[in-house]
């Protein structure tokens, strides 16, 4: 690794060819850029994290004027190991976020804690344990709640739609599951190439649940994982030739699912300076449990002992999908390998108030929010629904 960052700088002094602009721009850079206004805010959760959120209050060809507080809002959460920043990587014609804004939404962008927007605490330092010792469980319990609090309080609104993707779905489907005062507050639930049950997860994700857990410790420490290194130039110079583009592609094809004609091959530079966005080791635990038993349940602590005193029983527990009453929407691939399409089928037979299930044939995991062509059209399928 410190071989191929070394490489890297050299080429880079050699002079790479030139990049998109938005590559090393941070989320709020990206949206400026495109002629979008732009707020950030800084949530903080009950348990210290603070999460830096974004906000774009009306589309690029709206008049600027007092905000309307009936103008309907969308929350979008990214997945694992990503962050806020991929929601508006793409050009406005088709970048979900441009797109819904232009639609006439109040478009939020939400963050987890251990991604790139999410690496602060009142008390707590980012370059401890402590500060890492959190799983999926702690942003369903904290992330979700307090960030869809802060935004109903600034728009003064009663109601929002929430969009997850991967597992933007996960931590919905266990946050509305279990706090039914917070499902009340979500208008529609929309789950894009959801990561809930991950039983026959395919791939090489899928290798992580064999590997055991002292091993990864060992090789990448009890903190974090994945994390942007601001920019990798390595990468980005290689992946920004022509022909080597492509290949770039097909590593991306075999990690998320094969549809590679669907991914602008002249963007991969601005991909890959902000994919991934950094997760916490226990999280990867997380992950790998629940492709181990093919459930959607709590933090495993790996003996009946440690969950007694955490759970006041010897196994995890379970979300139970069944007391989620939020109305759902799922759009689903055929070629995802995270979002496996027999884990989707159990998934959308669990839901108990789906109101749609979309399969699309060729999409894999990644053409929900990088795709060039945009099957699913977010902005239009949620005013569909919503007329």
Not at 32 to 52: A, F, K, N
Not at 188 to 196: H, K, R
């Amino acid at each position: 690794m410190c071989f191929v960052h070394a490489i890297g700088n050299v080429f880079c002094f050699l002079g790479a060819k030139p990049k998109n602009p938005e590559t090393n721009m941070n989320v709020s850079e990206i949206i400026s850029h495109w002629g979008y206004e732009r707020e950030e805010h800084e949530v903080l959760t009950e348990d210290g994290y603070l999460l830096l959120i974004f906000r774009i209050p009306r589309g690029r060809n709206e008049r600027k004027e007092s905000y309307d507080t009936t103008k309907p809002v969308v929350y979008l959460q990214h997945g694992f190991t990503v962050s806020a920043d991929y929601w508006v990587l793409n050009p406005p014609s088709n970048c979900p976020a441009f797109l819904l804004a232009d639609a006439g939404f109040d478009v939020w962008l939400g963050s987890s804690r251990g991604s790139n927007n999410g690496r602060k605490h009142v008390r707590l330092d980012p370059d401890s344990k402590e500060f890492w010792a959190f799983s999926f469980d702690e942003q369903i319990a904290y992330d979700i709640p307090a960030t869809i609090d802060f935004i109903l309080n600034k728009t003064r609104q009663r109601q929002l739609y929430y969009i997850g993707h991967s597992q933007g779905a996960y931590i919905a489907y266990g946050a509305f599951s279990t706090n039914p005062q917070l499902a009340q507050k979500i208008k529609m639930n929309f789950a894009l190439g959801p990561v809930v049950f991950t039983k026959y997860l395919r791939g090489v994700f899928r290798t992580v649940a064999y590997i055991d857990p002292k091993v990864i410790k060992t090789l990448f420490g009890e903190k974090d994982i994945l994390s942007r290194s601001n920019d990798n130039p390595f990468l980005q110079f290689l992946c920004h030739r022509e022909n080597i583009a492509t290949a770039c592609n097909n590593l991306l094809t075999v990690m998320f699912g094969y549809n590679p004609k669907n991914l602008n091959e002249s963007r991969l530079d601005v991909y890959i300076g902000h994919i991934p966005g950094g997760a916490s080791i226990q999280s990867i635990f997380h992950f790998s449990q629940g492709i181990r038993s093919g459930l959607f349940q709590k933090y495993d602590w790996g003996s009946e002992s440690l969950n007694m005193q955490h759970y006041s029983q010897s196994t995890p527990p379970r979300y139970k999908i069944e007391n989620m009453k939020v109305p759902t929407v799922i759009w689903s691939g055929g070629r995802d390998l995270l979002g496996d399409p027999i884990d989707t089928e159990n998934l959308a037979a669990k839901t108990p108030n789906l109101v749609y299930h979309e399969k699309i044939p060729d999409y894999d995991h990644l053409d929900f929010i990088l795709g060039i062509d945009l099957i699913f059209d977010v902005a239009l399928a949620v005013l569909e629904l919503t007329l």
